[in-house]
């Protein structure tokens, strides 16, 4: 973990630059948002480009912590890397972020992600990839396949997937995240972490859930279990909540609480 200290943290984030305010269907991008957060609930929320689980047990605070330095990250490497074919530019930003603001990111390499067959979608490849992370049988597995299921069964035009799509896509490609909070032992704040790249040779729609031939499209992933310092995080909480307080209406919904 790269040790930070709380007074670093908070020079960082006080010296972000992030993009002008975005303003879209009316005036979405002001104001504070309501994520209704509860403990004892599974629940997940869409962030830009990250799709965010949370598992029972997780604190409100430790939830709206989450999704807020994701979305910190997201604006801060969307302002230093504006052209979007530039993935992994836009990414080592992006972890760069996290990692200042009490994150540990571990080997921040990306590995190709090979399919059997002829074909695959991209919410496939998320249960494959968090399966290896997790292992097969984990029960936070059921979290992730419920949020996708969620997010599937929502209409193209619905808020969640036009926030996600605009967010991670842009004509020939597209990165999204995946990221799971769980409670751990002795107040351990545990987070799983999982990073995809899409390239592809037509433009993309609908990427989630689009079926790709695997010989017309390249799919890279980092995956990793990372561990928060809980004492820089609540130290910089308020200073990231009100770094994007201009910006979080149009960029987080909540989805309804999972099964």
Known sequence: MKNISPDQARRYVASLQLPERMVSRGEEGT???????????????????????????VTPDRREDIVNCSLLAQLAAKRQVSDPARIYDWYNTYFDVLMNIGWSVQDRGFATYSEASENFQAHEAIMKVAASLLGPTATTLAVIRATLDALKSMSADSPWITIFNRESQSAQTARFQVT??????????????????????????????FKFKSSEASLKHYSGKVTINTHVLTNVRDLIKNKIAAHAAGYILTLPDLN
């Open 180 to 209: 799971l909070a769980e409670q751990g032992e002795e107040d351990l704040f545990l987070v799983s972490l999982m990073a995809f790249g899409l390239e592809a040779k037509a433009k993309l729609t609908q990427v989630l859930f």
């Open 31 to 57: 104001g504070a948002v309501e994520l209704n957060f509860e403990e004892i609930k599974n629940q997940a929320a869409v962030v830009g480009s990250d799709i965010v689980s949370f598992v029972k047990g």
